[in-house]
């Protein structure tokens, strides 16, 4: 079996496992890839993230030639972009395709006329599509699409050994890691946590994005700079998730974010956004909290009962070790590829 995809983390972690297990696999990416592992790596020139016809067209023939030499048994593909190209290169070759939606932002934060070209766009594309993968039953349900052509497969993360915590203080830690830039929404919690100057509270934001310089003048703005702190990027955030106490994620628009399983692999509860297929992840009131409309009132409970904190991170615990580790999407991924390669 082949596996030909984007350069994304989760892609890049499921070719390796693929690799790891024997498969041949191959990986079709652009040519800024930063990803190397057990797989073989091609580049497609053209292939580029914004839309143009003309290098669009390009990158579609490109496709087609390294998949009539490489013949794989099966094309995953990912993203949008790769999405619409990776069908298209398929046409006439026999090729079957599985296509991933890592979540559908670009259908629920655009605008109406965009949600009915997004959808329309699908649709003329299903005939092209011989499967589909959802991360949730939101999303395939959004999206309307042929049931029988669906399976929905989470995301899921290696386990990572977790630390005692050594030094507790009365100050509530909470830690947001992820991009600063839209979807993601940071600003409502900070500006909620302007309300609680009377309570011991530390925010660390791991992170970079397009809302750097915006967050860093509204954290000064209200006085907070001794209480919140922006670490950028980090090589490795596992040890922001040991010391906080609970793991806030904002959004407009999510799948099932990784950023969410890892603090539910380090035993820490959640406050996230009621977006998408967050409601798969979160247990409420159990493992965390889902926020509808206002943070303010989470923020409020936990502040006057961070007793509960502990025993609500390893309910998640229990939760993440049930419903989405590696080893579960993985096996679901590797099932389904076999499916699809033997009706070829």
Not at 159 to 179: A, H, M, T
Request: charged residues 25%.
């Amino acid at each position: 079996m082949q596996h030909i995809g984007g350069a994304q983390q989760v892609v890049h972690q499921q070719a390796e496992a693929l690799a790891t297990k024997g498969h041949d696999v191959h990986v079709l990416t652009a040519p800024d890839s930063v990803y190397k592992g057990a797989y073989h790596l091609h580049t497609i020139p053209h292939l580029k993230r914004n839309v143009s016809l003309h290098e669009d067209w390009k990158a579609v023939w490109e496709t087609r030639q390294n998949l009539r030499r490489l013949k794989p048994d099966v094309l995953t593909i990912h993203s949008t972009k790769a999405g619409t190209i990776g069908r298209l290169a398929t046409i006439g070759t026999g090729i079957p395709n599985v296509y991933t939606f890592h979540g559908i932002s670009y259908v629920t934060t655009a605008t109406r006329g965009m949600r009915i070209l997004g959808r329309l766009h699908e649709k003329l594309f299903s005939t092209l599509t011989d499967r589909y993968i959802f991360l949730t039953k939101y999303d395939q349900k959004t999206m309307r699409l042929p049931a029988r052509k669906c399976a929905i497969i989470p995301n899921g993360i290696h386990e990572k050994p977790i630390l005692v915590r050594e030094n507790y203080s009365d100050v509530l830690r909470l830690l947001w890691v992820g991009r600063l830039s839209p979807p993601k929404d940071p600003l409502p919690l900070i500006e909620a946590l302007a309300n609680f100057t009377d309570s011991k509270w530390k925010l660390d934001i791991v992170g970079t994005g397009t809302l750097d310089h915006e967050l860093t003048k509204r954290i000064d703005g209200l006085g907070l700079a001794d209480r919140i702190k922006l670490h950028g990027e980090v090589s490795d955030p596992h040890p922001f998730y040991e010391e906080c106490d609970v793991v806030v994620l904002l959004s407009k628009s999510e799948g099932i974010p990784l950023v969410l399983l890892e603090a539910m692999a380090h035993q820490k509860p959640i406050i996230a956004s009621a977006t998408n297929g967050i409601e798969t992840i979160i247990e409420e009131g159990q493992t965390g909290y889902i926020v509808r409309q206002t943070i303010q009132p989470y923020l409020d409970y936990v502040f006057k009962h961070s007793d509960k904190l502990e025993i609500m991170g390893k309910k998640g615990y229990q939760r993440f070790r049930k419903h989405f580790t590696f080893h579960q999407m993985i096996r679901a991924t590797e099932d389904l590829l076999s499916e699809v390669a033997k009706k070829k």
